[in-house]
Nanobody, 125 residues
Framework: QVQLAESGGGLVQAGGSLRLSCAAS????????MGWFRQAPGKEREFVAA????????FYGDSGKGRFTISGDNAKNTVYLQIDSLKPDDTAVYYC??????????????????WGQGTQVTVSS
């Protein structure tokens, strides 16, 4: 089991930027892919982005396209989510997730086996 720890959340004004980090307790090569999801109050968990280490392929959900960039650093066992031009609608708890083997669908939360505790992002207007 992989332990995941998110950081980098906080309160930011609309139009600002944040970079979220997710540190894995094991070598990232032990995880096949890592992803970011978010959940706003009263809403379902939503896919934002994922990174498949093999080949470096990235996947983005509709909410993640354009303003979100996922990246990773194998040496630091860490995956990042850069969020630019933040909007109040981006307010949510952002969760990091990992899976240790190939999946045909990285957009679904059900594909992931390990989850972090989440980091709160609040965007003020």
């Amino acid at each position: 089991q992989v332990q995941l720890a998110e950081s980098g959340g906080g309160l930011v004004q609309a139009g600002g930027s944040l970079r979220l980090s997710c540190a894995a307790s094991t070598r990232t090569l032990s995880t096949y892919a890592m992803g970011w999801f978010r959940q706003a109050p009263g809403k379902e968990r939503e896919f934002v982005a994922a990174l498949r280490w093999s080949g470096g392929r990235t996947f983005y959900g509709d909410s993640g396209k354009g303003r979100f960039t996922i990246s990773g650093d194998n040496a630091k066992n860490t995956v990042y989510l850069q969020i630019d031009s933040l909007k109040p609608d981006d307010t949510a708890v952002y969760y990091c997730a990992a899976v240790d083997s190939y999946r045909s669908d990285y957009y679904s939360a059900r594909s992931y086996t390990d989850w972090g505790q989440g980091t709160q992002v609040t965007v003020s207007s």
